[in-house]
């Protein structure tokens, strides 16, 4: 029997970006706030301090930081007519665990998401017809604008110490930043990351053919900075030691080092870690939420916790994982195209294509997480006519080059021997002059790619696992193949002494890692039928639920997610105080 | 050229009180002990760094994964060799260890063979993968080669690993040989690669052999002045040089 605790105002599950961001906005409202994490307490001092965090083999290798899959894992398959087998090991995609989430161990690459990924089915059908569409994709509009998300996005940014060069302020267009990005209001807090020899060159040769090259912008401070709310963000230090890494010297923009101690200042704000949330509870109409029941799993003990409103900031699989466990709206069938919960599923596709050049160093192992150089000409310039490629979305293609940790990155010219001295050899050889060109593609929903509960698999509670069902659609294999084309083209401008064959993503395989960029499953939009949540990311079922996270997204784009989700959950927190709590009920 | 001298005032304490899971396999390493122990432990603990010994693989599965490490990582102008390096010390204690063991490895059947693109769906953990692969190996070997794969010529050991890793071998029982290799081969390259703290990569040699510095990493000056094109060099540093 679940031991029944004290309601609180507010339950929060999940304490990583979002979560925190919820935490810190709220507890101003002097409400009581109870926020559940799943996984450990973490701090730099001591989670990521040196040399302990610089160990290849165990946090990027064995997954130190991530999500336990003998706990908790996902049944996957491509498409519905093949049977779901547990993903056993990740590969794939890393979700976070513990205190600050994946925002502990991102690359920290933030970026908006223009006006028209936004209101994209508008703009689509505007230009191009509503024939264009293809009837199998559930393309959306999301339900807000670029201008109704600029302050949200602009208190993210400052509050994470992003660098970068703006590209547009208030209409006029900036020297040396993305000409084709939306107007903002003022630059990024700190200045752009130094770029490195292989990004210069990329540059270079990008200019040279046309393009718009820009240093891309990222959560890795370029100098010391001391955020809006006095948390102090250090200097990057290149250490090539980022993402899947915690950073010594606090220079990562992370939720454990901002948002998180400064909601818990507050005596009105509580952070139970170790608390496993299972369930949302509902009450007998099934339209509100009374809290949520939780496994304390250093004891095993059941809990209740009731609250008032509930905010389901987890991973985003994890947010829809626990409406479908929880019964929370209609689950979505692909065969009907009804329901919602699990619908518009997507992932991150993308090409890629690696250069020699012989003598050249570009001392891969100097490096940080969301540096390089990007150009946006397939992507977020609306102006690049999609007409005669004939799908929806892009690819923005970048040289960064995070690290050289040598377990994993070993480049070698197609055709080295994979063992044996000539290997070794090719390996030494290569190893300081290479640089790979990369895309990263769009996906847009389509009806067959859907998260639903698993039939056989369950987790260390008894809980289905959640199954994913996707694969690349028509429309994906086009944007990969098209973004290989074009990266192939500026690779051999780029007069390297070799290079590989540009690959696109074609098909999803669960073993080699990609991205963790999972997108969609509990969508905000403007309709009821289509969409889990309203703009405010409130249910449309249960007023007294919002979910954050990308799980919101109804598609993906080419861009990295975690710029829109903190955006979104800042103007979450705005809607919650300014007008949910003066009328708790239906925003919409 | 800049020589940076790594900052060795790193205190140690943090990293003692949280080696946790991946210290399991670190300390019985026999390669780093004065570093990987606390003082208390150290002392006990042998130095000789060659007397490495097994704790999980049996004798004919040390002659078998001792051969397959000096095969792939064969002695040259660049490195000894695979087990001279570690490499099989490495593979022998990841398997003694957690990892070995399953940790982080869901377990619940039923088992499917499933697709390529579905990933590892064996019920076995990689120790006991390594088990029945290399007695599959050698059994194999036999009747192929007419000899154990230690025995074999190099020819010989060089079509059997081709031919494992393109799946053209299926193991008495019919475990997949392709999926042996592909776990085979991500361990000889992190007992090759890892931090040597892990007991391979002895002597910091296969970073040295690349130019990567290892965990001493405080680039903010380097990464302007060598954005040229030109070489950054310097010693490596491993987790034991800065503990």
Redesign the interface.
């Known amino acids: 029997m679940a031991t029944r605790l004290p309601p609180v105002d507010i339950v929060i599950v999940g304490m990583g970006w979002t979560g925190g961001i919820l935490a810190k906005e709220l507890a101003q409202t002097g409400l009581k706030i109870v926020a559940l994490e799943r996984g450990a307490p973490r701090s730099t001092?001591?989670?990521f301090?040196?040399?302990?965090i610089?160990?290849?083999?165990?946090y990027s290798?064995?997954?130190?930081l991530m999500m336990?899959?003998?706990a908790d894992?996902y049944s996957?398959?491509?498409k519905p007519s093949?049977?779901a087998?547990?993903?056993?090991?990740?590969?794939s995609f890393l979700p976070g665990e513990g205190v600050g989430g994946a925002g502990a161990h991102w690359n920290g690459v933030t970026w908006r998401w223009p006006d028209h990924e936004l209101r994209i089915r508008t703009k689509y059908e505007e230009r191009y017809g509503k024939s264009f569409v293809p009837a199998d994709m559930p393309l959306q509009d999301w339900g807000i604008s670029g201008p109704e998300l600029e302050p949200y996005y602009d208190k993210f940014e400052y509050t994470a110490g992003v660098s970068g060069k703006a590209g547009n302020i208030k209409g006029q267009i900036q020297k040396d930043g993305n000409p084709f990005e939306d107007p903002r209001a003022r630059d990024y807090p700190l200045p752009p990351l130094?770029?490195?020899?292989a990004s210069?060159l990329f540059a270079k040769t990008a200019k040279e053919l046309g393009y718009h090259p820009y240093v891309r912008p990222t959560a890795n401070a370029s100098q010391p900075y001391t955020n809006p709310d006095g948390m102090k963000i250090g200097?990057?230090?290149?250490?090539?030691?980022c993402e899947r890494f915690g950073c010594e010297a606090n220079a990562k923009g992370s939720p454990h080092i901002t948002v998180i101690p400064v909601a818990l200042r507050n005596p009105n704000v509580e952070l139970r870690t170790y608390t496993w949330v299972t369930k949302v509870l509902k009450d007998s109409t099934g339209k509100k939420a009374t809290g949520v029941a939780y496994v304390n799993v250093m004891t095993g003990e059941e809990m209740e916790q009731p609250a008032d409103l509930v905010i389901l900031s987890a991973y985003g699989l994890s947010n829809v994982h626990l409406m479908l466990l929880s019964g929370i709206g209609k689950p979505y069938d692909p065969e009907t195209q009804t329901g919602v919960i699990g619908k518009n599923y997507a992932y991150q596709g993308g090409a890629n294509v690696t250069l020699f050049f012989e003598g050249?160093?570009?001392?891969p192992?100097?490096a940080t997480g969301g540096w390089g150089t990007s150009i946006d000409d397939f992507h977020t310039n609306w102006n690049f006519d999609r007409g005669p490629h004939g799908y929806v979305g892009g690819a923005y293609i970048s040289v960064g080059g995070s690290n050289?940790?040598?377990?994993t990155y070993?480049p070698v010219p197609p055709g080295t021997p994979?063992?044996?001295?000539d290997w070794?050899?090719a390996?030494?050889k290569w190893?300081?002059a290479a640089l790979t060109i990369a895309a990263s593609g769009a996906v847009m929903p389509n009806r067959y790619n859907y998260l639903d509960l698993d039939r056989?698999?369950?987790n260390r509670f008894g809980q289905p696992l959640m199954r994913m069902t996707f694969d690349f659609s028509e429309n994906e294999k086009k944007i990969n193949r098209y973004a290989a084309q074009v990266i192939g083209d500026i690779a051999k401008a780029m007069n390297p002494t070799q290079m590989g064959q540009a690959t696109p993503r074609l098909?999803?395989?669960?073993?080699p890692y990609q991205s963790t960029h999972n997108t969609g499953g509990a969508v905000m939009g403007t309709d009821p039928a289509t969409s889990a949540l309203n703009k405010y990311l409130q249910s449309w079922d249960m007023p007294n639920l919002f979910v954050t996270g990308a799980s919101a997204f109804p598609h993906n784009s080419g861009y990295n997610p975690t710029g829109p989700v903190g955006a979104l959950a800042f103007m979450m927190a705005d809607t919650i105080r300014n007008k949910y709590l003066k009328n708790p009920g239906s925003l919409i | 050229m800049s020589e940076d001298k790594p900052d060795l005032k790193v205190a140690r304490r943090d990293f003692l009180s949280g080696v946790g899971i991946a210290g399991a396999a670190a300390a019985l390493s026999p390669a780093t002990p004065a570093m990987a122990q606390t003082p208390a432990q150290a002392k006990d603990l042998p130095v000789a760094p060659q007397a490495a010994g097994y704790t999980y693989f049996k004798p004919t599965e040390v002659q078998f994964i001792e051969t397959l490490v000096d095969h792939m990582v064969p002695k040259d102008e660049l490195t000894p060799s695979g087990t001279d390096i570690g490499i099989a010390t490495y593979i022998d204690r990841a398997l003694a260890g957690s990892w070995g063991k399953g940790d982080r490895l869901y377990m619940q059947g039923p088992w499917g063979k499933g697709t390529p693109n579905q990933g590892y769906q064996l019920p076995l953990t990689p120790a006991a993968l390594y088990r029945a692969a290399i007695a599959g190996s050698n059994a194999y070997c036999r009747k192929t080669f007419g000899q154990s794969f230690e025995r074999c010529n190099a020819q010989q050991k060089e079509t059997f690993l081709k031919d494992l890793q393109a799946g053209k071998i299926t193991f008495d029982g019919g475990l997949p040989g392709r999926v042996f290799f592909g776990v085979l081969y991500e361990n000889v390259m992190e007992g090759m690669f890892a931090d040597p703290i892990y007991g391979g990569n002895k002597d910091k040699i296969a970073w040295k052999m690349l130019g990567f510095p290892g965990v001493m990493a405080n680039n903010a000056e380097n990464v302007k002045q060598y954005n040229d094109g030109r070489r950054f060099t310097a010693n490596p540093v491993s987790i034991a040089d800065m503990s």
């Open positions: 001092q001591n989670d301090s040196v040399p302990l610089r160990d290849e083999l165990r290798q064995r997954h130190d336990d899959v003998s894992t996957i398959r491509n093949e049977t087998l547990p993903m056993r090991r990740l590969g130094v770029s490195n020899h210069q200097q990057c230090q290149y250490c090539g030691f050249k160093s570009f001392n192992f100097i050289g940790r040598p377990i070993r994979q063992w044996g001295s070794k050899r390996t030494a190893y300081h056989t698999y369950t098909t999803w395989s669960v073993v």
